[in-house]
Nanobody, 115 residues
Framework: QVQLVESGGGLVQAGGSLRLSCAAS????????MGWYRQAPGKQRELVAL???????NYVDSVKGRFTISRDNAKNTVDLQMNSLKPEDTAVYYC?????????WGQGTQVTVSS
């Protein structure tokens, strides 16, 4: 059974930081590309950050220079360090594991940034 469990969300003031973590089980973690997505109310889910099996990373323009994605294949975890948070970062953040056409999703964790 595949499980992706996110943690680390919460309420933070603008300018603050949060670190999200996703623990994966039931998959061969190292062969999956890992991503963090977010969905704000009334908006489509968007890819925030991606880290491939080869540790190549990519970010949506709005978070470049503020967010950092990392993975630990020994612990089967992927983290998202979020600094200089803005109210527009408020969303439910989802962890995803992808390989080819197959994608597994976590249940999401709420991040709320107050102004």
């Amino acid at each position: 059974q595949v499980q992706l469990v996110e943690s680390g969300g919460g309420l933070v003031q603008a300018g603050g930081s949060l670190r999200l973590s996703c623990a994966a089980s039931g998959i061969s973690f190292s062969i999956y590309n890992m991503g963090w997505y977010r969905q704000a109310p009334g908006k489509q889910r968007e890819l925030v950050a991606l880290i491939t099996t080869g540790r190549w990373t990519n970010y949506v323009d709005s978070v470049k220079g503020r967010f950092t994605i990392s993975r630990d294949n020994a612990k089967n975890t992927v983290d998202l360090q979020m600094n200089s948070l803005k109210p527009e970062d408020t969303a439910v953040y989802y962890c995803a594991a992808s390989r080819g056409s197959l994608t597994y999703w976590g249940q999401g964790t709420q991040v709320t940034v107050s102004s």
